[in-house]
């Protein structure tokens, strides 16, 4: 589909990045989240080529407030903010969906990457969501603390969530350990939620992400993208049936893995 992309703003300030295709209608939406980097011509890209697939996306720049976005986009320092802040920015962007002809927000799914993992999962425990996705995010041991930023905690977020999740983790993510993916699992399964888990071999963190050569990982990104269509012409478009609970997991990983063997790749 040809796609039509723009900058829009929500009524509190949030800036965003929205792609769509042109013409169509009864168009199912998505939200794309970024990586820790804020809003980078590589979300943008993602951005536009889910908008292909027939979604209307929108991808917010959450972390917009903070002073020094050169440092950000270069990875020289983070942006934390807390759970109620993520809510309010991803409603704020929310609502431009329902001023778009075509687009139907009540079929909503939403897609977070690395930090923002994380987000997806919380959003969806306050608002309602189709469908949760997180590409190696939301599992790290950081993810599941409870603090001033995370009140409720990752096990307290799960609980609370109905839409099924996808989970895309990678062997060799020197962040996410493969006891850490199968810590998310039995939360999802002890709060009996709808869950498709993989686990791909000699993935490295971020090997989704084409502009840094040392993680990208072609054959394994056009693999899991392909995963990501599926659920959610599933989800979003009703071709599978979630109603009931489904535990789907599967991984690949060496005999002798190591997660203290892996290491952070550019």
């Known amino acids: 589909m040809n796609v039509i992309s723009e900058r829009v703003?929500?009524?509190?300030?949030v800036p965003?990045?929205?792609?769509?295709?042109?013409g169509g209608a009864d168009l199912p939406c998505v939200i794309l989240l970024h990586e820790r980097y804020g809003l980078v011509k590589h979300t943008e890209d993602l951005a536009e080529k889910l908008a292909s697939s027939g979604y209307v996306v929108v991808a917010p720049d959450l972390f917009y407030a903070y002073p020094d976005q050169e440092s950000l986009r270069r990875g020289d320092v983070g942006v934390k903010l807390t759970d109620a802040e993520v809510t309010e920015e991803i409603d704020d962007v929310c609502a431009v969906l329902d001023q778009i002809k075509g687009a139907d927000s009540s079929r909503l799914g939403m897609?977070?990457?690395c930090q923002s993992g994380r987000y997806s999962i919380a959003?969806?425990?306050?608002?309602?969501l189709k469908a949760c996705v997180t590409f190696y995010g939301a599992a790290q041991e950081s993810d599941w603390a409870v603090n001033e930023f995370q009140p409720d905690g990752l096990a307290a977020l799960i609980a609370q969530l109905e839409a099924p999740v996808l989970g895309i983790f990678g062997e060799k993510d020197h962040v996410i350990s493969i006891n850490d993916v199968r810590r998310l699992r039995s939360a999802l399964e002890e709060h009996q939620k709808s869950y498709r888990i993989k686990i791909y071999a000699d993935a490295p963190h971020g090997w989704l992400n084409d502009t840094m050569p040392g993680r990208y990982r072609p054959a394994?990104?056009?693999a899991a993208w392909s995963e990501l269509l599926k659920f959610f012409d599933e989800t979003l478009n009703g071709s599978g049936d979630w109603s009931r609970v489904r535990w789907e997991f599967s991984s690949d990983f060496a005999k002798d893995y190591d997660f203290t063997k892996n290491v952070r790749l550019e």
């Open 9 to 13: 703003v929500g009524e509190r300030g």
């Open 16 to 22: 965003a990045f929205l792609a769509r295709p042109e």
């Open 111 to 113: 897609v977070g990457v």
């Open 123 to 128: 959003y969806g425990a306050r608002r309602p």
């Open 220 to 222: 394994i990104a056009a």
